[in-house]
T-cell receptor
Framework: QKEVEQDPGPLSVPEGAIVSLNCTYS??????FMWYRQYSRKGPELLMY????GNKEDGRFTAQVDKSSKYISLFIRDSQPSDSATYLCAMRSNFGNEKLTFGTGTRLTIIP | GAGVSQSPSNKVTEKGKDVELRCDPISGHTALYWYRQSLGQGLEFLIYFQGNSAPDKSGLPSDRFSAERTGGSVSTLTIQRTQQEDSAVYLC?????????????FGPGTRLLVL
């Protein structure tokens, strides 16, 4: 079993819909949680970053962390065609030189 | 300002040949990471450089893989005697320092195809 599980999709939704992307993880030591967006043939770019549990909102994007369930989510409101990309969750623990552990990514398409 | 750059953007090679992939991190970033991204797989950590410290090589899949970082800036990932399973996108990222691992800036990647 992978440390981080993410539904690969693909996920297609109509423009304007609310999108929910999720990851589950098994390592209870993870404290830092990130969402990266990766457009086709580009490198990933950091979208949201959350420490420990709770919610964080940035414009149309909301990141949620539920450490008790080992479950993180990214919500996209009023989705736009420009949101079409692969979304990768990533996380790490609070110990020293821990590298990021990534999910496999969910491919999202917003249909105009 | 300039982001992370990688070269070549695409590389096609024959099985058994050696390849070198280059990464130019953002100026002033002391931490540099190499990842491999295969179809249907997440980003697989390969190696991590932090300043003048010994690199973390724990992710290198075999001794055919090696990496150097010269002068604390440019890095080269070398794959010797390439195999077809080495075909993937190789991504480089940099961050300000070890404490800012979550703020990693990625390059566009090098797409390697081993025939």
């Amino acid at each position: 079993q992978k440390e981080v599980e993410q539904d690969p999709g693909p996920l297609s939704v109509p423009e304007g819909a609310i999108v929910s992307l999720n990851c589950t993880y098994s390592n209870s030591a993870f404290q830092y949680f990130m969402w990266y967006r990766q457009y086709s043939r580009k490198g990933p770019e950091l979208l949201m970053y959350t420490y420990s549990s709770g919610n964080k909102e940035d414009g149309r994007f909301t990141a949620q962390v539920d450490k008790s369930s080992k479950y993180i989510s990214l919500f996209i409101r009023d989705s736009q065609p420009s949101d079409s990309a692969t979304y990768l969750c990533a996380m790490r623990s609070n110990f020293g030189n821990e590298k990021l552990t990534f999910g496999t990514g969910t491919r999202l398409t917003i249909i105009p | 300002g300039a982001g992370v750059s990688q070269s070549p953007s695409n590389k096609v090679t024959e099985k058994g040949k050696d390849v070198e992939l280059r990464c130019d991190p953002i100026s002033g970033h002391t931490a540099l990471y190499w990842y491999r991204q295969s179809l249907g797989q997440g980003l697989e950590f390969l190696i991590y450089f932090q300043g003048n410290s010994a690199p973390d090589k724990s992710g290198l899949p075999s001794d055919r893989f090696s990496a150097e970082r010269t002068g604390g800036s440019v890095s080269t990932l070398t794959i010797q005697r390439t195999q077809q399973e080495d075909s993937a996108v190789y991504l480089c990222a940099s961050s300000l320092d070890r404490g800012n691992q979550e703020t990693q800036y990625f390059g566009p990647g090098t797409r390697l195809l081993v025939l």
